[in-house]
């Protein structure tokens, strides 16, 4: 529903016009009515999405461009009587798939998460009765009542209310609960209705009843639900440059391949069947079929790596993402903060006590110019300590096995009571001393919360908290050094200087007051008005929820990688640039823009203002959302950090959605590509590392694949240009046991190198930088691949030389045949050993990152050596193969090749990359 129309109908309307609005009362609906309803409104839960059908899910990992490719050649293999080359293609793609699907189905967690925000029961009235009914029978209309640490179960308009504090950081990342009251106040920001409760959000303190107005879909729950599940889901960057990299390198073969048809056809004068299997030889050459399986084995990889950092990816192309990202748009609360509200510093006339210890955590100390002080060596911090703890409804229960305390109450006054226990307070004792006789609740109109405790026989004091502002104009009178006098106009002034100064750091201020009393019966009849005036005024506490201690780093390391951190928040503006400012996100100059500016801003300007250093405050679900959907019109790739509901919309839609995994909404988990383990902003610096590192080493195995393509295709253009007079040194088979046998494993140890010392000194990949680009397609084809099918054939023309050739013709059969195709096999094996050694670094001596590092690269050299060493022994593989037993001599001869290639390229990289070295 519109917002504007339900403040309309439902906040700023007479509760007995919502009644008629609603065709309901105080009373509630019937069980009849509230049945009717159910059927008309349906059930009170969120839908969601449908899921992709198991078998689409499950084939889609089959019918890639690359994938198709090779069902076709495969079946024109198999009709044309190569039904062992055939059958080699296909398994390529069923294992490939399998692996795929296997994979992310194992690291998908789809949870029923929107459902389970909800409460299983609630307590309604029905028929003029209280009755427990399940939440998802709740209907507009229906009259429930709300307690202390219930869910909401739907958006609904209060009844009545006492003392109510609703968090609602779930929907607007707000960190501080909202004082809910009967009273309309429109407030700042979306879900700012002071009479309002909204569904996912949970009462943090207090109680009342409401009357529901939207159930299901149509609360601003469900329809945050609805735009996360109407976000189609974004091709990933490796997707797609994937996708590309197989058209280029299809058209390629396949061009290839139709020339080579026809050159058969008409200069080798094969016949039409020979002339197709040999281009179908040149097209085998040219297509890498290990291309898919190492990738996604190197994805698979970079997954497991990342999981050991705190990191869990869902999809396996969204470990490449991370890698280009160039905007991270941020969650302050939980995300940067640590979700704590913290006191820092205590302020009295006289003094001022700095408060040490993170969070809710019972550590730390009150300290007075750098030296420890307890609450009892200075009458100012004991009294203002004893309002603390004593005017004060929320309890601190001890963390369990290393965990969070569990808080009873609202963070404002458990990081009160964390103060009392630091300040060496034992509040149980002081409670049986100075017993509670009553309560003036906080409301949001006096924002102010008092207690009155028995003081002695004949006394009773008053204890009063709340904003600086409200409780300094009650105040007629100051404690200095233990003593009450009257307040001048000076330091009356001084004191709210001071409140100013906290303020434009963003921390917030209570100030604490009392006044003692005579105890009688007139206690329980006293006013709010004549119990808080004429208060004595003992100072200020200041707090904040504080930056996570290693966002510091985090920050300068996005910086150092030229990656913007924007923070997004529903906080207030002031806060939200306080924080960035402090953890070193932006500078003092950048620009806060609102919810309600961004609102009136066009598309335009917003573009515009996201070019710049800017910070968002006080936004919206769907304005999250519009952020990041700008920021990739302007061409960035957007990382989305969050853990509310709030955040789920721009989570789906970013390049790479980051939930966080300890303190995140399942919904937000459900949205996000990734999910951090341990909330820990510094995970997603490691995890965007880790995703540059990934992209690297698909490069390198791509250079790697890609050189064998041609010392593999060689032989063939060898054999067509002579006109068949050089025999074909190198069969399909042959070339599948290279593509798909022995360099596979290499590769995927390629896969696993460690990330280069400079990686986060770049800036984050161009989007339009491709995968394949010349200096890599130079290396692999003009350089590595010349050399490598130079020795190979250099090896096919030594074993004709020793057995006649020049003066005999060369062997086109036979026994001598079938060891030169043998050599050229083994040949390519062996460069292709010092091209993966080579591959690993791209400007710095292997030697210096370590020869022997890298344990997976040297476990897939000893196996293709001991693969080659099998197909050529094997009776039964050889004829398949066209391979024989080889002497002690052939094999020191290919041992030996790699030692000068690696030295070779040593050479180079001294000589390009010098500097490097150094």
């Known amino acids: 529903m519109d917002e504007n129309k339900v403040r309309e109908l439902y906040a700023a309307n007479d509760i007995s016009e919502v009644y008629q609005n609603l065709e309901s009362s105080e009373n509630g609906l019937t069980s009849a009515e509230a049945a009717k309803r159910l059927q008309k409104y349906g059930t009170n839960t969120i839908k969601k ?79 003029g009765k209280k009755k427990q009914i399940d939440s998802k029978h709740l209907v507009p209309g229906d009259v429930f009542i709300v307690q202390a640490g219930d869910a909401i179960p739907a958006d609904a308009r209060l009844i009545s209310a006492t003392s109510m504090q609703i968090d609602q950081s779930a929907l607007t990342g707000e960190s501080v609960p909202e004082s809910k009251v009967l009273k309309y106040d429109p407030g700042e920001g979306k879900y700012a209705e002071s009479n309002l409760l909204y569904s996912g959000t949970i009462c943090s303190a207090g109680n009342g009843r409401a009357i529901a107005y939207a159930t299901g879909m149509k609360t601003e729950f469900g329809q945050i639900a609805r735009l996360t599940q109407n976000e189609e889901d974004t091709e990933s960057p490796l997707t797609a440059e994937l996708s590309r990299l197989t058209k280029q390198i299809t058209l390629i073969a396949l061009t290839i391949g139709v020339i080579f048809f026809f050159a058969a056809l008409f200069i080798v004068k094969y016949p039409f069947a020979k002339a197709f299997i040999f281009a179908l030889g040149m097209i085998v050459a040219f297509i890498p079929e290990g291309l898919l399986p190492t990738v996604t084995l190197s994805l698979a990889q970079g997954v497991r790596r990342m999981a050991k950092k705190h990191a869990l990816v869902k999809e396996l192309n969204s470990v490449e993402t991370l890698g280009e990202t160039t905007v991270i748009c941020s969650d302050k609360t939980g995300t940067l903060t640590q979700n704590q509200m913290t006191i820092h510093y205590i302020w009295t006339l006289k003094n001022t006590f700095k408060v040490t210890g993170d969070g809710y955590v019972n550590n730390g100390q009150i300290e007075m110019n750098g030296q420890r002080i307890f609450y009892e060596q200075n009458p100012d911090l004991h009294r203002l300590v004893q309002i603390a703890a004593m005017d004060n409804d929320t309890e601190v229960e001890p963390a369990k096995d290393g965990g969070k305390p569990k808080i009873l109450g609202t963070p404002t006054e458990a990081s009160l009571v964390i103060m009392s226990q630091k300040a060496g307070l034992d509040i149980k004792r002081l409670l049986v001393k100075y017993p509670r006789l009553r309560e003036l609740p906080f409301d949001s109109e006096r924002k102010r919360m008092s207690t009155i405790h028995r003081w002695n026989d004949t006394e009773a004091i008053i204890m009063t908290k709340g904003s600086f502002s409200d409780t300094i104009k009650q105040c007629s009178q100051v404690m200095v050094d233990g003593k009450v006098r009257p307040m001048t106009a000076d330091e009356r002034e001084h004191a709210k200087r001071v409140n100013a100064d906290y303020a434009a750091k963003g921390l917030r201020s209570m100030a604490m007051a009392y006044k003692i009393i005579p105890k009688n019966d007139d206690l329980q009849k006293m ?339 001991i693969l080659y060493f099998i197909l050529t022994v094997t009776p039964g593989i050889q004829s398949v193969f066209n391979t024989t037993t080889l002497g002690w001599q052939d094999w020191l001869v290919l041992f030996i090749l790699p030692i000068p290639l690696v030295l070779l390229e040593e050479g180079r990289k001294w000589l390009v990359y010098h500097k490097q070295w150094n």
């Not at 009709?79 to 994979?103: C, K, P, R, Y």
């Not at 969050?642 to 390049?655: E, S």
């Open 527 to 865: 006013s709010i008005e004549e119990a808080e005036s004429d208060l004595v005024f003992v100072g200020l506490t200041t707090m904040s929820d504080p930056p996570r201690p290693e966002i510091y780093d985090a920050v300068k390391r996005c910086h150092q990688a030229k990656i913007r951190i924007i923070m997004v928040t529903g906080d207030s503006k002031l806060t939200a640039k306080s924080v960035a400012v402090q953890i070193g996100l932006t500078s003092d100059q950048a620009r806060v823009i609102s919810g309600n500016e961004l609102e009136a801003m066009s598309d335009h300007e917003l573009r515009e203002a996201l070019k710049g250093e800017v910070i968002f405050a006080r936004v919206a679900p769907e304005q999250k959302y519009k952020i990041v959907k700008t920021l990739q019109e302007n061409g960035e790739v957007v990382a989305s950090t969050g853990d509310g509901v709030n955040d789920a919309p721009a989570l789906k839609k970013a390049d790479i959605g980051i939930a966080m995994g300890m303190t995140g909404t399942d919904v937000a988990k459900d949205a996000a590509n990734m999910i951090l383990t341990d909330d820990n902003f510094a995970s997603i610096v490691a995890a965007i590392e880790e995703g540059r590192a990934v992209y690297a080493n698909i490069r390198k195995f791509l250079t790697y694949i890609l050189t064998s393509n041609v010392p593999e295709a060689f032989p063939s253009i060898l054999f067509l240009f002579s006109g068949g007079a050089i025999p074909l040194p190198l069969t399909i088979m042959q070339i599948l046991t290279i593509d798909l046998g022995t360099d596979m494993l290499p590769a995927l140890g390629l896969g696993a190198e460690a990330a280069d010392p400079d990686v986060m000194s770049q800036p984050p990949r161009d989007r339009n930088e491709h995968l394949m680009t010349r200096p890599l397609l130079l290396k692999a084809f003009l350089m590595y691949g010349l050399i490598s099918a130079a020795i190979a054939m250099g090896a096919y023309f030594f074993v004709n030389y020793q057995n006649g050739w020049p003066m005999h013709a060369l062997a086109a059969n036979g026994f001598v045949y079938i060891r030169a195709t043998t050599m050229v096999l083994g040949a390519i094996v062996f460069t292709q050993i010092a091209n993966v050694i080579n591959c690993r670094t791209n400007k710095t001596s292997v030697f210096k990152k370590g020869l022997f590092s890298n344990k997976n690269i040297w476990y897939g050299i000893v196996f293709e050596i």
């Open 49 to 127: 999405a449908e899921a992709e059908a198991g078998w689409k899910a499950f084939l889609k990992n089959f019918t890639s461009m690359m994938a198709i490719l090779l069902w076709v050649a495969g079946l024109i293999a198999i009709l044309s009587d190569s039904v062992e080359l055939g059958i080699a293609m296909w398994l390529v793609n069923i294992i490939n798939g399998l692996f795929s699907w296997w994979q992310e189905r194992a690291a998908k967690r789809a949870t029923d998460a929107l459902n389970q925000m909800l409460p299983t029961y609630v307590q309604v009235l029905r028929d």
